[in-house]
Structures are given as structure tokens and as C-alpha cells.
């Protein structure tokens, strides 16, 4: 689904047409709504004490700041071809590790991109420590990463398949 080098982002056509989708709501019907929410709160007179004026352009800032994420990321996108079910861990897969080896201590993740998986799945970028530990493993396999406080961590691969969002 999802392979972020330092300048390309692969992504499945149907996860490019899900973000521009999205661009196309954000600066089409959406955009025009806040306009308008802006231009009502501020016939309401006292902008210093208008809190509905300071919502919408709140709301407008972090709706401009997602409009920009979506332009450069679909700037970069290259579309191809959702990874082979093929076992092997690899940027768009769905990963299961047990931490230690631990089949009670489990995580079940994305490798890839949040802007593709959304809230629906925890996401690790390749580029992460437990990702490129990770990268190219197989079903059984073990890995270790190192965790932000320096120590070691190890994960054994548990299951692996492609994300299908």
C-alpha cells in the first residue's frame, strides 16, 4: 500500500483516490463552509470577544495546515500496486509481533503511512527503529530495535499481510 522513501510515497490507487477525495472536499465544499462560519461570526460585531469567530478561524488553520499535508504528500505520490501476500514484512503490509516472543504481549500494525491507514490501525513509518528492523523479515522470524531510552527490545513476526484499507 504505502512506501515512504525520503521523497516518494507509493501508494495503491485506491488509497491515492481516498487522499484526494479528501483534498477535494477540503478545498472545495469545506473551505467555502468555513468562509462562511468566518464572515457570520464576524458580523456579530467585537471580534476580541467573539468566540465563535476564533473557533472558525481555528478550525480554518487546521483545516489550510491538512490541505497542505494532502497537496505535498499527493505531489510525491507514485501509484503502484498493493504488496503480494507473500509472508514477507514490506512497507503496506499489516504486521503481528509478539514483543520478547511473548504471543500474549502482541501489536498489530501498519508499515506505512498514517495519512493512508487513517485512526483505523496503529501505523510504523519503514523508517522507524522497530520498521527497518523489521523490513523484510518473514513469518517466524525474530528482530531486534532499539527504543528511545537506548535499550533493546526484540519482536518475533507473527503474522503478515497486505493492508486492504
Known amino acids: 500500500m504505502t512506501q515512504t522513501s525520503e521523497n516518494v510515497t507509493w501508494l495503491t490507487q485506491a488509497g491515492y483516490d481516498k487522499l484526494r477525495d479528501e483534498l477535494d472536499q477540503l478545498t472545495g465544499p469545506l473551505r467555502t463552509e468555513i468562509t462562511q462560519k468566518i464572515e457570520a461570526a464576524r458580523e456579530e460585531g467585537d471580534l476580541k470577544e467573539n468566540a465563535g469567530y476564533h473557533a472558525a478561524r481555528e478550525e480554518q488553520g487546521k483545516m489550510e495546515l491538512r490541505i497542505r499535508q494532502l497537496t505535498q504528500l499527493l505531489e510525491r505520490a507514485k501509484v503502484g500496486e498493493a504488496p503480494a501476500d507473500s509472508g514477507v514484512v514490506a512497507p503496506g503490509m499489516v504486521v503481528t509481533v509478539a514483543f520478547g516472543g511473548d504471543p500474549d504481549d502482541t501489536m498489530v500494525f501498519l ?19 522497530l520498521g527497518r528492523a523489521i523490513d523484510g ?11 528511545p531510552n537506548g535499550k533493546k527490545a526484540g519482536v518475533k513476526i507473527l503474522e503478515v499481510k497486505p493492508y486492504v484499507g
Open 111 to 129: 508499515l506505512g503511512s498514517r495519512e493512508v491507514a487513517g485512526d483505523d490501525l496503529d501505523v510504523y513509518s519503514p523508517q522507524s527503529p
Open 137 to 147: 523479515k518473514q513469518i517466524g522470524d525474530s528482530a531486534e530495535y532499539e527504543l
